[in-house]
């Protein structure tokens, strides 16, 4: 079964830009990876969907900033965050559905 670890995480001011990475244990070439976030006091809520196909869908608050990619050969899937704000401070997690990773912090200040 694929394992997933994210990394990338960190504080940036707002305005800034992060990269998060979500590393596979194993192929990831048959694997849809949605990205997750989870802000202290708040419901988990989707943010972005890397498919099969490299196509993508983002939720309406981060849509023109984020940017999911996939690197098949890397078995790694990134999350590229542009135009950070405060509220964009959360844990993001990266899953295949069944599979959760541990999560990366992402600290936006103002």
């Known amino acids: 079964q694929v394992q997933l670890v994210e990394s990338g995480g960190g504080l940036v001011q707002a305005g800034g830009s992060l990269r998060l990475s979500c590393a596979a244990s194993?192929?990831?070439?048959?694997?849809?990876v949605d990205w997750y976030r989870q802000a202290p006091g708040k419901q988990r809520e989707w943010v972005a969907s890397?498919?099969?196909?490299?196509?993508?869908l983002y939720a309406d608050s981060v849509n023109g900033r984020f940017t999911a990619s996939r690197d098949n050969a890397r078995n790694t899937v990134y999350l590229e965050m542009n135009t950070l704000k405060v509220e964009d401070t959360a844990v993001y997690y990266c899953?295949?559905?069944?599979?959760w990773g541990q999560g990366t912090q992402v600290t936006v200040s103002s």
């Open positions: 899953t295949s559905g069944v599979i």
């Open positions: 194993g192929s990831i070439v048959s694997l849809n």
């Open positions: 890397i498919f099969v196909s490299h196509s993508t």
